[in-house]
T-cell receptor
């Protein structure tokens, strides 16, 4: 079945850029998502990219998609203490209808901010 | 305010004592789902529902039951909880369709002794 892989931890200094990486196996992926989970809370959609796009930018967030290598990254510029959270990569494929019922999540990357 | 509400937030119980975790959404979403989150394992889907009276198994359904009698509610039932069901549980909902955003509840931390 589909698989989504992420490293479990990333540590960055406050003010630096964070780059969280994700790889996936399903070549029919339609949408790729980044969800953020703050301590003690549920997941919230941070951003997403459609599979025919290479890049999407939204304020401090930049999503890069390399469809050939099935690699997705999330860059957070000027990382702040409030960015400390678990970041989940997720994908949905055309075969699952592309909807939420077909979402496959990675295990999540803990972003740790050093002062 | 659009939200998914789960109750209780924390629950400690003993092996074998039936329990229900409630989930309600106020966005008229067709799709609802239950996940459990465990360290090192990420999110795993337990059950999902595409609409009223339509439910289906996710990746880890054993030991759980669900029902969808009304569109807004999707309770998770543990008939005979066991310690391996100690976990953080999340309910989520969304509209149907490609690329739709999942809305998550705040979670229920369950401990089974």
């Amino acid at each position: 079945g589909e698989d989504v892989e992420q490293s479990l931890f990333l540590s960055v200094r406050e003010g630096d850029s964070s780059v969280i990486n994700c790889t996936y196996t399903d070549s029919s992926s339609t949408y790729l998502y980044w969800y953020k989970q703050e301590p003690g809370a549920g997941l919230q959609l941070l951003t997403y990219i459609f599979s025919n796009m290479d890049m999407k930018q939204d304020q401090r967030l930049t999503v890069l998609l390399n469809k050939k290598d099935k690699h997705l990254s999330l860059r957070i510029a000027d990382t702040q203490t409030g960015d400390s959270a678990i970041y989940f990569c997720a994908e949905s494929s055309m075969y699952s209808g592309g909807g939420a019922d077909g979402l496959t999540f990675g295990k999540g990357t803990h972003l740790i901010i050093q002062p | 305010e659009a939200q998914v509400t789960q109750n209780p937030r924390y629950l400690i119980t003993v092996t074998g004592k039936k329990l229900t975790v409630t989930c309600s959404q106020n966005m008229n979403h067709e799709y609802m789902s239950w996940y459990r989150q465990d360290p090192g394992l990420g999110l795993r889907q337990i059950y999902y529902s595409m609409n009223v009276e339509v439910t289906d198994k996710g990746d880890v359904p054993e030991g759980y039951k669900v029902s969808r009698k009304e569109k807004r509610n999707f309770p998770l039932i543990l008939e005979s909880p066991s310690p391996n069901q100690t976990s953080l549980y999340f309910c989520a909902s969304s509209n149907q369709g490609v690329g739709e955003k999942l809305f998550f509840g705040s979670g229920t931390q369950l401990s089974v002794l």
